[in-house]
């Protein structure tokens, strides 16, 4: 079966300071792969997909960065945290068969202080 | 993606039914109706999907209008697990097609 991992689960970090979050998925070969960020309160965001290693595509003008340096292993990326990036950042898996349901990771709280 | 309308909160009381609507008057021929729904602080979770006719699967059933304007999402006996936000979502099915959330349906089941 397959399972989908994320960490961490929480994280505080400073204003400023770098962020590096890690997703991978274990159980499926050449899955497409998304990063989803929810505010407080908010509904999901999609912030990026990746339909193969080193395919991105962003959805939003944005700090962050993904990158996607193995077939099942999905990074987002900060080089300067904002404020504004606090919130839970979930990923996601998806097949490529027709349907097509996407599978989401526990997600990481992330705080900027 | 077409847009979806759903109320923003709803109450069920335990061992109930649960019937949660959806409007999407602007659907596609080529667009499914899926279900997500996210329990407080956990990632969201697939619950089923249909084109035009009605589903059942182990968690709940999924009754399309005929003109596919609307739909509900029904869960047949509600327990106090099922309390979570549910999203109501249409896209063309296969491919690489992304999942866009609107602010679902906050749904809480009453003991």
């Known amino acids: 079966s397959q399972t989908i991992h994320q960490w961490p689960a929480t994280l505080v970090q400073p204003v400023g300071s770098p962020l590096s979050l890690e997703c991978t998925v274990e159980?499926?070969?050449?899955?497409?792969l998304y990063w989803y960020r929810q505010a407080a309160g908010r509904g999901l965001q999609l912030l990026f997909y990746s339909v193969g290693i080193g395919q991105i595509s962003s959805e939003v003008p944005q700090n962050l960065s993904a990158s996607r340096p193995q077939d099942r292993q999905f990074i987002l990326s900060s080089k300067k945290l904002l404020l504004s990036d606090s919130g839970f950042y979930l990923c996601?898996?998806?097949?490529?068969?027709?349907?097509?349901?996407?599978?989401f990771g526990p997600g990481t709280r992330l705080t900027v202080l | 993606d077409a847009k979806t309308t759903q109320p923003p909160s709803m109450d069920c009381a335990e061992g109930r039914a649960a019937n949660l609507p959806c409007n999407h008057s602007?659907?596609?021929?080529?667009?499914?109706v899926y279900w997500y729904r996210q329990i407080h602080s956990q990632g969201p979770q697939y619950i089923i999907h249909?084109?035009?006719n009605n589903e059942t699967n182990e968690m709940a059933s999924l009754i399309i209008t005929e003109d596919r304007k609307s739909s509900t999402l029904i869960l047949p006996h509600a327990t106090l697990r099922d309390t979570a936000v549910y999203y109501c979502i249409v896209r063309v099915a296969g491919g690489n097609e992304k999942l866009t959330f609107g602010t679902g349906t906050r749904l809480t089941i009453i003991p």
């Open positions: 996601a898996w998806a097949g490529t068969r027709t349907y097509n349901e996407q599978f």
């Open positions: 249909g084109l035009k």
């Open positions: 602007t659907i596609s021929g080529n667009e499914y």
């Open positions: 159980g499926t070969s050449n899955p497409n």
